[in-house]
């Protein structure tokens, strides 16, 4: 007879042997699951890695694309700059052939003017700037404007500036000349006066300037009159053509010529005179001889 199993016993061990199965079963399920979260983070660390360079990659086309543009517009910009500099260099050398070379010409006893040079275009000085409203004075159109303003404001400074002389033609020179060498003899006359051709008053941009206070250039050098063009005229382009020392003429404090306001400041702050300066140096204001 096989031997009788306490109930009570039997009850327990079914028990262990459910809640051992319980438990190696739950062990199972949570190896399986733990295995599979590792899986799930390598992929999900791989995933990571792989958003990272494909996120690096879309920063490097980025870059690239931006510095392609970068180029493109930079080579665009120095393309304009190029149309530029060179629609700049058109425009120069358009007004530089409609610029007279002879404006800035070293005349007196230098260059010559032949007989048939006239500026292209003259006007009448208004009347209220006259030394003598009998004698009607010419000037250069473009100077005409500056003239009048270096006058203008001299008479609003107290100082009444008229002019005496200004456009002479060729035969106006010879015929001034001729006179003066009756007057005074040659020597003398060739002291003062220029030869025609050589005259600065041809170029139509030369003025002989008076002091309501003074006749015929009478003491000029120590008239206000002088001092004030001293200080004031290359404002308005002006300089003194013959100041003392020069080698062409005697001293002419009266005597002004318009040769560009670039021109005459330089020459002002660097305490020159127009007949100074080589003529090459001289042709490089002709660019902006009436700006």
Not at 155 to 172: E, H, P, Q
Request: charged share 25%; with cysteine; net charge negative.
């Amino acid at each position: 007879m096989l031997p009788q199993t306490n109930p009570k016993k039997l009850s327990v061990i079914v028990l262990c042997v459910v809640l051992l199965s319980i438990l190696v079963f739950g062990f199972y399920k949570y190896y399986v699951v733990a295995i599979k979260l590792i899986e799930t983070e390598k992929e999900l660390a791989s995933t990571i890695e792989n958003f990272k360079l494909f996120q690096q990659k879309v920063f490097e086309l980025q870059a690239s694309l931006l510095q392609l543009s970068q180029d493109k517009e930079n080579q665009s910009k120095a393309y304009q700059d190029e149309l530029k500099d060179a629609d700049k260099k058109v425009q120069d050398l358009k007004k530089l052939t409609e610029t007279d070379p002879q404006l800035l010409a070293k005349y007196s006893k230098v260059y010559f003017l032949n007989e048939n040079y006239a500026p292209p275009s003259l006007v009448s000085i208004d009347e209220k700037y006259l030394d003598d409203t009998s004698k009607p004075q010419e000037i250069h159109k473009e100077v005409e404007k500056y003239l009048k303003r270096m006058l203008g404001r001299a008479l609003r400074s107290g100082i009444k500036l008229t002019v005496t002389s200004a456009y002479r033609s060729f035969s106006d020179q010879f015929s001034l000349k001729a006179g003066y060498k009756v007057t005074y003899g040659a020597g003398t006359a060739n002291q003062f006066s220029a030869e025609q051709g050589y005259s600065e008053h041809q170029l139509g941009t030369t003025v002989d300037l008076n002091y309501a206070s003074t006749t015929a250039f009478v003491n000029f050098e120590n008239s206000d009159a002088y001092k004030w063009l001293l200080d004031n005229a290359y404002k308005y382009g002006f300089v003194i053509s013959y100041p003392k020392g020069n080698v062409y003429y005697q001293f002419e404090p009266w005597h002004w010529r318009f040769v560009g306001l670039e021109l005459a400041h330089d020459l002002h702050e660097d305490d020159q005179y127009f007949y100074d300066l080589s003529q090459r140096d001289i042709n490089k204001y002709l660019l902006n001889f009436f700006d």
